[in-house]
């Protein structure tokens, strides 16, 4: 079974950058699957951010859009999310995850199936 490690967040003021990292380990390369960042805030459903295929193609949600870039190092079985233009609304627990065997439409989120334990986004205004 597959693991991942989420670290990299913390508390900034709007207009701020963060660089999460999502360490992935297991008997198999997730790495090579569909893998995305989801977030939670208080009181709201999870929703998902970013995807990143395996041919390296990416998603967004809307109010991400041009200020999140997800990323991947195959190399090291590591996926990034690189936040900037940070606001309050983006103050959530971020969650990594794999939706395995799937490569592609990477968009359908229920896909998502092995996750991370999280790792806090606070963002002051």
């Known amino acids: 079974q597959a693991q991942l490690v989420e670290s990299g967040g913390g508390s900034v003021q709007a207009g701020g950058s963060l660089r999460l990292a999502c360490a992935v380990s297991?008997?198999?390369?997730?790495?090579?699957?569909?893998m995305g960042w989801f977030r939670q805030a208080p009181g709201k459903e999870r929703e998902g951010v970013a995807f990143i295929d395996v041919d390296y193609r990416t998603g967004y949600v809307d109010s991400v859009r041009g200020r999140f870039t997800i990323s991947k190092d195959n190399a090291k079985n590591i996926l990034f999310l690189q936040m900037n233009s940070l606001k309050p609304d983006d103050t959530a627990m971020y969650y990594c995850?794999?939706?395995?065997?799937?490569?592609?439409?990477?968009?359908?989120?229920?896909?998502?199936?092995?996750w991370g334990q999280g790792t806090q986004v606070t963002i002051s205004s």
């Open positions: 297991g008997g198999y390369t997730q790495i090579n699957y569909c």
């Open positions: 995850a794999v939706a395995s065997g799937w490569r592609w439409e990477c968009d359908e989120w229920k896909r998502y199936n092995i």
